[in-house]
């Protein structure tokens, strides 16, 4: 069925789809992965989820208002921050706040910008504008938060020892920690980079290809996809630099002092 230009897939088309990972669930079967019950369960949820997200986004743009808007964004935000934290498996105090924060305030500042600057959305809060593209932006930002921050701990404790002959030398934590910073932060970059790099080359992103799926112009849609890009190397920049420079400090006393493993609390 066609509406707007747009097929609609069957709901037993979609059944069918689910069949594509069969191919990771053997492969996982075959090379004694253990991963099959986790594939079972990431299909599931992504079948539930985006159909829930489809059906709620459904009222909300029939019966809009700010606060609705805001309500879905700051649920999606709680979310974001949690998959964030359980990729970076380490169990640090305040480490959620932290993540939290860095990941919403980049997202929604950067998404604002777009709707309000870019796109000329009426009214600022249109749910059909602004849940998507702060979606997108948390997406991407939550992955290079945790990537970076994963690395970060992992290049201070890497250089613990000159960590703390930089410390008993007077440097501060924040120029002791600084080197591991560049590394995270860079390495929390690089995926954004790359991807850009490949964009209209080696693959149509997602929006211009959901765009052109639609009926939109090609032109269009690119215009569309090249500021979604610029927006996402912004907000992951924004979110990865925050995430650092709120996070090492976990590594340091209050007096200033690098913990060794022993002195640390609460971790895994």
């Given amino acids: 069925m066609q509406q707007a230009g747009v097929i609609d897939i069957g709901y037993l088309e979609l059944i069918l789809a689910a069949g594509f990972m ?27 989820q985006l159909l829930a ?42 480490l959620w706040i932290d993540v939290y924060a860095s990941i919403t305030l980049s997202s929604v500042v950067i998404a604002l910008i777009v709707v309000e600057g870019i796109i000329h959305a009426t009214p600022w809060y249109s749910a059909r504008q602004l849940i998507p593209i ?53 390495a929390g970059i690089m995926p954004t980079i790359a991807g850009m790099s490949a964009a209209g080359i080696v693959q149509i992103p997602g929006m211009m290809s959901g765009q052109i799926l639609a009926g939109a112009d090609p032109v269009t849609a690119a215009k569309y996809q090249i ?29 200033g002092y690098y913990l060794d493993p022993g002195m640390r609390a609460k971790q895994s």
């Avoid at 700010?66 to 498996?89: E, H, P, Q, T, Y």
């Avoid at 979604?228 to 979110?239: N, Y």
């Fill in 227 to 255: 500021v979604v890009l610029l927006m996402m190397s912004a907000a992951t920049t924004l979110a990865i630099v925050m995430a650092c420079f709120l996070t090492y400090r976990k590594r340091f006393s209050e007096s």
């Fill in 134 to 186: 702060t979606g997108m932006a948390m997406g991407n930002t939550l992955s290079a938060v945790a990537l970076a921050t994963s690395r970060l701990f992992a290049d201070l404790d890497s250089r613990s020892d000159e960590i703390f002959a930089l410390v008993a030398l007077g440097a501060t934590p924040q120029e002791a920690a600084m080197p591991s910073i560049r590394s995270a932060v860079g």
């Fill in 22 to 48: 069969l191919v990771a669930a053997y492969v996982s079967w075959r090379m004694k992965l253990g991963q099959e019950k986790s594939i079972a369960i990431a299909t599931v949820r992504v079948f539930l």
């Fill in 53 to 94: 997200m489809g059906f709620i986004l459904i009222y909300i743009f029939q019966y809009q208002s700010w606060w609705l808007v805001l309500l879905v964004m700051f649920c999606m935000s709680l979310f974001a921050a949690r998959i964030a934290c359980d990729r970076i498996k380490l169990h640090l105090d305040g």
